[in-house]
C-alpha cells in the first residue's frame, strides 16, 4: 500500500526506495530480534541463579535463591504454537525480578519446578 502511494506521488525510483526502506527496516529488526534472543542466558549456582541478556546494554541478574517468592511459567498463544514459553522468578524487590524467555515448555516446567525446590529449600534454613 505505501509503496503504491509513494508510486503514484513521486514515480519508480521513489517506490523502489520506499520498498528497499521497508526491506532494510525488516532485516535490521529479525537481526536485533537473534542478537537479543542470542544473548538470553541462565546459570543455576548452588546458592542463585544468573540470568543475563541485552544486546545493547547488557544486563546481569543475580536471583538468591532464598529470596524468591514465586516462580510460574507463562506462555501467550504464539508461544504455546512454538513450544516454548517464559519462565518468571518474582522477588520482594522488583527491580531483581528475572525472566527466562523462549524455554521449551517441558524444560520451563523442569527450571520451575527445581526453582522452587531450591528457593523453599532455602527458604527453610535447610
Known amino acids: 500500500m505505501g509503496a503504491f502511494i ?7 525510483v521513489a517506490a ?20 537479543d534472543r ?7 549456582r548452588a546458592d542463585d541463579l544468573i540470568v543475563t541478556h541485552g544486546v545493547f546494554v547488557k544486563r546481569l541478574i543475580v536471583v ?14 504464539l508461544e504455546r504454537w512454538m ?3 517464559t519462565v518468571r522468578m518474582h ?5 531483581t525480578d528475572a525472566t527466562i524467555p523462549g524455554l521449551p515448555s ?15 529449600e532455602r527458604s527453610m534454613g535447610l
Not at 6 to 12: A, C, E, Q
Not at 16 to 35: F, H, N, R
Not at 38 to 44: D, I, P, Q, T
Not at 91 to 95: F, K, S
Request: no cysteine; hydrophobic share 60%; proline share 1%.
Open 91 to 95: 522477588t520482594a524487590a522488583a527491580a
Open 6 to 12: 509513494v508510486w503514484r506521488n513521486g514515480g519508480m
Open 16 to 35: 523502489v526506495m520506499w520498498i528497499v526502506a521497508v526491506l532494510l527496516g525488516a532485516a535490521l529488526t529479525w537481526l536485533v530480534a537473534e542478537l
Open 38 to 44: 542470542r544473548a538470553f542466558g541462565y546459570v543455576e
Open 83 to 85: 513450544g516454548i514459553a
Open 106 to 120: 517441558a524444560e520451563a516446567a523442569l527450571l520451575r519446578d527445581r526453582l522452587a525446590q531450591k528457593g523453599e
Open 64 to 77: 538468591p535463591y532464598g529470596r524468591m517468592q514465586f516462580v510460574d511459567v507463562t506462555a501467550g498463544l
